[in-house]
């Protein structure tokens, strides 16, 4: 799905509705960019933006052009960009990999202009329950948790609300992120490829929880000592 057509109704996908909420010509951060699919769908619905981007491994080669990328591990590296750079940031799949999640949010309040916000995406505890995908289906979408082998801990969005204030950021808002579009064509998905079939399943049921919390104006950020 191409998101220029999400410019007029970003309301439709939780994720697009956090980056049209950037300010114009603004700085968007996203770690754990991965293959770039998603930023990609950023520059579609944000062209003004400057993107910058952070990845274990990543593949820059795929990244919307002018994309800034540095290869850092998100747990034990600081990120090369300087205090109060961007408007925004996005962390999406990414904390259900990590073992712990200090430093990442240590970097993520440090980088925050003043004002600036930080949206979280990761499995819901429902994940958990879900049985696998069976059949010519089985493995072709994570449906359990732990279909995932690299997955090492559900983070609810209470606990990354209590670690988001311990770094001195706010709670703004919390909840189910859903493609409102893909989960309404869960209704025809009996006629679709698998694949395709268990992606409205995800969006029909809310397979995913968000987290988005905001730097404060004029806040000067905890001293935390992280011990590593």
């Known amino acids: 799905m191409n998101w220029i057509f999400l410019r007029s109704a970003s309301w439709l996908d939780t994720r697009a509705k956090f980056v049209a909420s950037a300010p114009e010509g603004g700085t968007l951060l996203d770690l754990g960019s991965s293959d770039g699919s998603t930023l990609c769908h950023f520059a579609e619905l944000r062209p003004d933006l400057h993107l910058f981007a952070a990845d274990i491994a990543g593949q820059p080669q795929n990244y919307p052009t002018g994309c800034q990328f540095q290869r850092a591990n998100l747990e034990t590296e600081k990120l090369p960009w ?58 072709i979408v994570t449906m359990n948790f732990y279909d995932d082998p690299t997955h ?55 397979w995913s929880s968000y987290l988005v919390a905001r730097r404060p104006l004029n806040q000067k950020l905890p001293n935390i000592k992280l011990g590593i």
């Open 152 to 206: 090492t801990q559900i983070v609810s969005t209470g606990a990354l609300a209590q670690r988001a204030r311990k770094h001195g950021l706010e709670v703004v808002s919390a909840g189910v992120s859903r493609n409102w579009l893909f989960a309404a064509a869960h209704l025809f998905s009996v006629f679709m490829p698998p694949k395709q079939r268990a992606v409205t399943h995800i969006h029909w049921i809310g």
């Open 82 to 139: 300087p205090d109060c750079s961007m408007n925004a940031i996005t962390c999406m799949h990414l904390v259900e990999h990590l073992k712990s999640l200090d430093l990442l949010m240590e970097e993520a309040a440090r980088l925050l202009k003043p004002g600036g916000c930080i949206y979280f995406e990761t499995p819901h505890p429902k994940s958990l329950a879900l049985p696998s995908l069976s059949g010519s289906a089985a493995g």
